[in-house]
């Protein structure tokens, strides 16, 4: 089952370019931290350096003589931690609302979808910030805030599908076995639930990074830790007479939420039975 | 089709009668059973007042037209959903009484086949997995014993022992059939319910399938409550039928009453629409019904006699008064009023 998934991602272009983008953004953030182990806050050179002027700061330096290069590589971990787990929360918080909501339905139900609601009806960049700024800024509340602000649609998706889910024949069957309700979600249900799942996953990812760089462009990051959205907001006084050191950061945030959604968009289609048939 | 199957086709009387002289509960016993579903639209009255007897070892057929409430009363039995009213007993005891243990137990004692062939396996499991796991669920055997009941399951349902690594999508409709066989018997049951268990099915698989529900039958003395909506499959499987109209059996007796000699007026419809040559012979002069009409709405079903809005014998009567079953022979009843006599 999974093979067949797999080559019919292989077969999609989108997702052949999404994911070659996603992996040499990480190849960068493993081989970067190899060969630039400086600490990225460090004067390393003359300041306001540009790229290809000197060839121990490939990328430049900044007002401060930080290392652009150094920088990227540190804020290129920093996205893809805060974008992967923070998307794993995200499922996760959303998969445990919706499974238990589509499947025992009623007062269940009512009650966490009035909580998912309460959630959707606050946007979510707002809801970041906040709870960033009272939980003190760092990578952790970073990933929890994100986590916790986009579960909702998530759980949308996995209840509905549970909803469908639960009068299929194969799980009646399970039922009249006797299995009990977590077996029965965890290996019955859940399964089938998945793929949507793994595809709103990947949106997530991309658009996790997004915030966690507008919040570092507001000085709501982790102060010890320097992502893409620090280099940018640190650039942009100078951004008329050093565009690069704005410019360098955002083109590798626009390049990794592209590979995400890119990705997403494959998945869908190579999880999409009807797509298969043409 | 008819012939392959009459010559599998044993019969369990003896059997029976010997449980009812012993005093032995019937296995399975309907009692006044009703289901009311509330919809948007209205209350659906799916059954109404039920009274059904199955014992060991029998095959009762459940007959009727498509609507008439045959897969409520399958998930009611199965416990899928509580009744609206009236009782289930099994093997004597009420289903809705018992604790978690006996529930488990009564599981493993009381099994189902589904209609729909493509939704009745789980498209992410494999096979092996699928049948593997009735007996995790009920802890019988390690996991060497586990696999090999799964192989003895696969050979005796007629698939190969590969199938265990295989995946539902890789099958045709007939050899997932097979594998919902073998998982209903994967506990060894008392009761198998088949739901419509042919219906999916070309005419040529019908038959094999049958056959092997009658094969298991004659080896294991499981009983069958197997239900159609075609009158000509229930009768080459059961010794007693029930046909079932809107909710309600109107008529009970054994196979060859039924089929010989059909007092409902709805039999005989069910009867006349049987595209057989032999129909001419069975049916004698008796004049031929042909349904009129659609099976009336279970929102709002007829006052009296359910059937009287399509019955070619309605009188005053029929429209007033709700007629009952009653004994018109030895193990025949009839809910009609001018059926008798
Ligand atoms: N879960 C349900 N909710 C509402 N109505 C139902 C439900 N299940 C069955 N019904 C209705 O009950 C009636 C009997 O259905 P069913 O038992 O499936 O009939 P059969 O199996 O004989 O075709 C139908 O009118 C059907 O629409
Ligand atoms: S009671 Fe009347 S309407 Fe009903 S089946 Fe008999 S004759 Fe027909
Ligand atoms: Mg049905």
Redesign the pocket.
């Known amino acids: 089952m999974y093979r067949i998934i797999l080559e019919h991602i292989l077969q999609n272009r989108a997702a052949i370019a999404g994911l070659l983008l996603l992996v040499a953004v990480i190849l960068i953030a493993v081989l970067g931290s190899f060969y630039l182990p400086g600490d990225p806050w460090e004067m390393a050179n003359a300041p306001m350096l540009w790229p290809g002027d000197d060839p121990d700061s490939p990328l430049g330096t900044d007002i401060m003589g930080r290392d652009i290069a150094t920088g990227m590589v540190s804020g290129a971990k920093v996205s893809l931690l805060v974008g992967f787990a923070s998307a794993f929360i995200s499922a996760l918080v959303g998969i445990t609302f919706g499974a238990l909501g589509g499947f025992y339905r009623g007062w269940v139900d009512a009650f966490l979808m009035r909580i998912t609601e309460l959630f959707q009806t606050v946007p979510q960049f707002v809801l970041a910030v906040v709870l960033v700024a009272v939980f003190k800024p760092s990578v952790v509340t970073a990933v929890f805030a994100i986590g916790i602000v986009s579960w909702p649609p998530t759980a949308r998706l996995v209840r509905s599908a549970f909803l469908v889910l639960r009068e299929r024949e194969f799980v009646l069957a399970a039922r009249t076995l006797g299995m009990s309700d977590p077996r029965l979600i965890l290996t019955q249900l859940l399964p089938n639930a998945l793929p949507p799942v793994i595809v709103i996953s990947a949106l997530n990812i991309a658009t996790a990074i997004l915030t966690e760089a507008s919040l570092s462009f507001l000085g709501l990051g982790d102060p010890n830790v320097m992502s893409w959205g620090t280099i940018i907001g640190n650039g942009r006084e100078q951004v008329v007479d050093a565009w690069y050191i704005c410019g360098i950061p955002g083109i590798a945030i626009l390049v990794v939420v592209l590979a995400f959604n890119l990705l997403g968009e494959g998945l869908n289609d190579a999880l999409n039975p009807q797509l298969h048939k043409r | 089709m008819n012939a392959i199957i009459e010559n599998h086709l044993t019969t369990n009387v003896g059997a029976i009668h010997q449980n009812a002289t012993q005093n032995v509960p019937p296995l399975l016993e309907l009692k006044r059973l009703s289901k009311i ?1 509330t ?1 948007d639209a209205g209350q ?1 009255h ?2 109404s007042s039920v009274d059904l007897v199955l014992q060991r070892g029998e095959t009762l057929g459940l007959v ?12 009611l039995i199965m416990a899928l ?1 509580p009744p609206s009213a009236g009782e289930i007993l099994f093997d004597g005891k009420n289903i809705a009484q018992s604790d978690k243990a006996e529930r488990l137990a009564r599981h493993a004692r009381l099994q189902m086949v589904f209609q729909d062939p493509f939704s009745s396996l789980n498209p992410r499991q494999s096979i092996g997995r699928t049948l593997e796991e009735p007996l995790i669920v009920h802890r019988r055997g390690d996991k060497v014993a586990r696999k090999a009941r799964v192989s003895w399951l696969l050979e005796r349902v007629g698939l190969h022992l590969e199938s265990a690594w295989r995946y539902p999508h890789e099958f045709s409709g007939g050899q997932r059939q097979r594998i919902g066989i073998a998982r209903a018997l994967a506990l060894r049951p008392d009761l198998i319910v088949c ?2 268990a042919v219906s999916a099915l070309d005419v040529s698989i019908r038959a094999q399938i049958l056959n092997l529900l009658l094969d298991l039958r004659a080896a294991y003395g499981v009983a069958y409550l197997f ?1 159609s ?1 075609d009158l000509a499959v229930v009768r080459h499987m059961s010794d007693r039928i029930a046909v ?1 109209y809107l ?1 309600k059996v109107v008529e009970q007796a054994p196979s060859e009453n039924i089929w010989r000699a059909p007092l409902h007026p709805y039999t005989q419809a069910l009867m006349s629409a049987i595209p057989s040559p032999h129909r001419k012979s069975i049916l004698g002069n008796k004049k031929r019904i042909i349904l009129q009409g659609d099976l009336p ?2 929102l709002n079903p007829p006052s009296g006699c359910r059937f009287q809005t399509r019955c070619p014998y309605a009188e005053a009567r029929c429209r007033a008064e709700e007629p009952l079953l009653q004994a018109a022979d030895k193990g025949h009843t009839v809910a009609c009023h001018f059926a008798i006599g």
């Open positions: 579903f919809t659906v799916a059954l009727g037209e498509s609507g008439c409430g045959k897969s409520t009363l399958a998930r959903y739901d419509e239900i909506h079932m909710g709405s279970p």
